[in-house]
């Protein structure tokens, strides 16, 4: 494959590039990376957003998230993390751990999100986003969460794929043993 580089067209958060023969998109901020925060409140319910997403037209649910390095070029994973879940959820984290970095898709983006487990959960705020975001959060009983994300998709949410394996990192560590 070559390797010649063309940028086919640019905006504020996105660049379109052909990289040889192929197309593919690339974040503009923070390296190509976003977060996202699995949190469960002290009374162990699962923190999920909720939001109407532009490029799918139908509202989705998500676990909190966000960009790094839309704000500051020097910002990290865990302050990443922290911040969109006080922004997103109105909770802030006693303890952040990083669990595992990874390609969200790789055909199609440079793009790579870090999940990160979010401890110790003290009620801060409201949530809902900042700006335009409009995001309602719903706090769910742990058990019952899988149950409510398929209610949900039968009602027509689109739901993030990436809910599942946040729903496995509660209990388990990337590697499969207990998270502790």
Same mark, same amino acid.
């Not at 751990?97 to 409201?126: C, K, M």
């Given at each position: 494959?070559?390797?010649?580089?063309?940028?086919?067209?640019?905006?504020?958060?996105?660049?379109?590039? %052909?990289?040889?023969?192929? =197309?593919?998109?690339?974040?503009?901020?923070?390296?190509?990376?976003?977060?996202?925060?699995?949190?469960?409140? #002290?009374?162990?319910? /699962?923190?999920?957003?909720?939001?109407?997403?532009? #490029?799918?037209?139908?509202?989705?649910?998500?676990?909190?998230?966000?960009? /790094?390095?839309?704000?500051? *070029?020097?910002?990290?994973?865990?302050?990443?993390?922290? %911040? =969109?879940?006080?922004?997103?959820?109105?909770?802030?984290?006693?303890?952040?751990?990083?669990?595992?970095?990874?390609?969200?898709?790789?055909?199609?983006?440079?793009?790579?999100?870090?999940?990160?487990?979010?401890?110790?959960? /003290? +009620?801060?705020? *409201?949530?809902?986003?900042?700006?335009?975001?409009?995001?309602?959060?719903?706090?769910?009983? %742990? *058990?019952?969460? #899988? +149950?409510?994300?398929? *209610? !949900?998709?039968?009602?027509?949410?689109?739901?993030?794929? !990436?809910?599942?394996?946040?729903?496995?990192?509660?209990?388990?560590?990337?590697?499969?043993?207990?998270?502790?």
């Amino acid at each position: 494959m070559s390797d010649s580089r063309q940028i086919l067209h640019e905006g504020h958060w996105l660049r379109l590039v %052909r990289i040889g023969h192929w =197309e593919s998109c690339e974040r503009v901020h923070g390296q190509g990376m976003a977060v996202i925060v699995i949190a469960v409140t #002290p009374a162990d319910e /699962v923190l999920f957003v909720e939001q109407y997403r532009i #490029p799918l037209g139908a509202r989705t649910i998500e676990m909190p998230a966000g960009l /790094v390095g839309d704000e500051r *070029q020097d910002d990290s994973l865990l302050e990443a993390a922290r %911040r =969109e879940l006080i922004e997103e959820t109105g909770w802030a984290p006693g303890r952040l751990e990083l669990l595992l970095t990874g390609p969200t898709s790789a055909g199609l983006t440079n793009e790579r999100i870090a999940f990160v487990r979010a401890r110790d959960l /003290v +009620r801060v705020g *409201q949530g809902g986003g900042i700006g335009d975001e409009a995001i309602t959060v719903h706090a769910v009983p %742990r *058990q019952q969460a #899988p +149950r409510w994300l398929m *209610q !949900k998709a039968a009602e027509g949410y689109e739901l993030d794929l !990436k809910l599942w394996a946040g729903l496995w990192m509660i209990e388990h560590n990337p590697d499969g043993s207990p998270a502790t």
